[in-house]
């Protein structure tokens, strides 16, 4: 057999798959499910302390679509779009603390590794949380900056993503950095035309490794019920947005030559190696988890 181990921010992987923060890593029992068929690193659930996102997950909406537009019932094609709308990790944060230790212990005891994901609206929460995961003893972060931003950062920010801000991504990544003594990867939003700045200004300021990229926000209607699907906006992904993601990992490669997860697009061992060959070191799987 071939030998697919890798190396990333300083992590052995056996293999470059990585389960991306998703509901197949939303609880203990799902994160033990990815190591048991043959995950290297499972990312968690985002673990966050904004209120409103936590209670969006309790009423988490799905739908798989064709290429018409139309509801997908059985065998889903490879041209499906994936539109669901969730929130963070419905626990509180501090129960994770528990989930972490179990979960990193039954990885390191199958040859794989847990990477803690987490959000906050302000810096001491960036800061608490990264420092949590880190004492939980896991030994990798990714910051999911596509939330409301923190309005104490920066005058006139206010309602802003923060992953749009290099100024922000900068200053809060660099926060992070400095908390822990772990490898902090950040996730950028393809919400953006300035995506490469972006990466920069999160890689100058510490971090690792960034995540390219977590999925568009999109609004999908329901022609025969004159509805939108799932009550509104929700976010968009699918294999049809590979090329789009391809893009941007190959422009920020060649241009930082820095440690990249490739992450929305892919469907099967194809994509992945599409991604490597545009110079992603690994790879994050989450939605054909979910079909």
Known sequence: MADTS???????????????SAEPSNSVENIKKCIDHGAAAVITKT???????QKLTENSKYAILNDQGKLIRGKVPRSFVFYSRSGYAAEPAQDWIAYLKETQAYAAANGAHIIG??????????????????DAGIPMLEVNYQCPHPTELAEGAD????????RIVAEVTRQIVDAVNIPVMVKLTPESNRITEIAKAALDAG????????????????????????????????????YITQRWVNEIYSKYGCEISGS????????????????????????????
């Open 6 to 20: 890798v190396e990333f921010c300083g992590l052995k992987l056996k293999n470059p798959i990585i389960v991306a």
């Open 47 to 53: 673990i966050g302390d904004i209120p409103g996102m």
């Open 117 to 134: 994901n987490i959000t906050s609206g302000t810096v001491a929460g960036w800061r608490g949380l990264a420092r949590m995961v880190e």
């Open 159 to 166: 309602g802003v993503w923060l992953a749009q801000d290099p």
């Open 207 to 242: 971090a690792a490794a960034v995540a390219v990229n977590s999925r568009f926000v999109g609004f999908a209607v329901d022609i025969e019920k004159a509805e939108p699907y799932i009550g509104g906006p929700a976010g968009v992904g699918g294999p049809w947005v590979k």
């Open 264 to 291: 929305n697009g892919i469907f099967d061992w194809r994509d992945a190696v599409e991604f490597i060959m545009s110079g992603a070191r690994v790879m994050q799987v989450g939605s054909v988890l979910m079909l």
